[in-house]
């Protein structure tokens, strides 16, 4: 394995202008820096991350750490961070973690050892206790889309405002019955949101379940069979939201004639079916791009504090007047 001594006997410098040309530093020449890189290149030689991690040097490595990168909706919080690392020179390193356990025990001491210079965290697990934990390490992170427990900053969206404008929609659209399809380890704000727009004048009802088109079309062959049907629906994701419709189109519940439905996301897949779904739409790009935006300051020294982003109500054909 090539070392900074054989690149740098190669290009003709000593190992300090090697290190130096590598990490981008102004102090060496343009043409130096090619010598440098190309002598690298031509050797097959890669820094140790983790030697500069310990030397106290920074690596130009991210890491970003999601709980569903199989998602098209993750997805585009993951392309906001990328984008945003690439563009100031740097590199993201993937990393996933399924629950909390799964973070605690695996994740997490992985982030403390991979080189990093720092993390964004995009899992909506993280409850006060996990924040602490990660907080008590040392690991310079940032939070996306997951709401602040602790000291560690964050970038989300307004989940009690985006419930809020999502059950006034359907009121205003003539909705006197509303359900709301959360999830398990999601927090109130949703509720309290759902609560604030009814006022006490419009009834409303929780139903929980993992969000995902499995959960949503169960929920939806369940009330279509048995239920009472609400005249309106609001779903914490797309993917519940769709699996609710075809349910209902199996069943010869009619959207939005019998049920609006309505969904707190507003990825692609809200334009992927029919009717198309109403939506109170997340900008996930823009949270990742913020949240990676905020670490990177941070690693330069610059103070960070939490930044709430609003929603855009987005009108499409799964709602409409009764």
Not at 38 to 61: C, E, F, I, M
Not at 151 to 169: L, N
């Amino acid at each position: 394995m090539a070392t900074l001594k054989d690149v740098a006997r190669l290009a003709g410098v000593n190992i300090s202008t090697v290190s130096r040309a590598l990490a981008g530093s102004p102090s060496i020449s343009a043409a130096t820096a090619q010598r440098v890189r190309a002598a690298a290149d031509q050797l097959g030689y890669h820094p140790n991350l983790s030697a500069r991690a310990l030397s106290g040097k920074r690596t130009g490595v991210v890491a970003l750490a999601v709980q569903d990168i199989m998602s098209p909706v993750w997805a585009l919080l993951c392309g906001g961070v990328c984008d945003t690392v690439a563009a100031r020179g740097g590199t993201v390193m993937l990393f996933t973690a399924q629950n909390e356990s799964d973070y605690r025990e695996r994740v997490l001491p992985a982030l403390r050892s991979c080189g990093a210079d720092g993390a964004v965290l995009a899992l909506l697990f993280l409850d006060q206790q996990l924040q602490q934990l990660t907080e008590e390490t040392g690991i310079k992170a940032v939070l996306a889309e997951c709401r602040p427990r602790a000291g560690i900053p964050s970038v989300y969206a307004d989940r009690e405002e985006a419930s809020y404008r999502a059950c006034r929609h359907l009121i205003d659209v003539g909705c006197r019955d509303i359900a709301l399809v959360t999830a398990p380890w999601f927090d109130h704000s949703y509720i309290e949101g759902c609560d604030r727009a009814a006022g006490g004048e419009v009834p409303h009802r929780v139903y929980s379940g993992e969000p995902t088109y499995q959960a949503g079309y169960q929920l939806g062959l369940a009330l279509a069979a048995d239920g009472p049907l609400p005249q309106g629906l609001v779903t914490v994701c797309d993917e519940q939201a769709l699996g609710l419709q075809h349910a209902f189109l199996q069943n010869g519940v009619q959207v939005p004639q019998d049920c609006s439905v309505i969904s707190l996301e507003d990825s692609m897949l809200a334009v992927a079916t029919w009717p198309q779904l109403t939506a109170v739409s997340k900008p996930l790009y823009r949270i990742g791009a913020r949240a990676a935006d905020m670490l990177l300051d941070m690693l330069d020294g610059k103070t960070a504090a939490s930044q709430v982003v609003h929603h855009q109500l987005t009108v499409r054909q799964s709602t409409s007047l009764r």
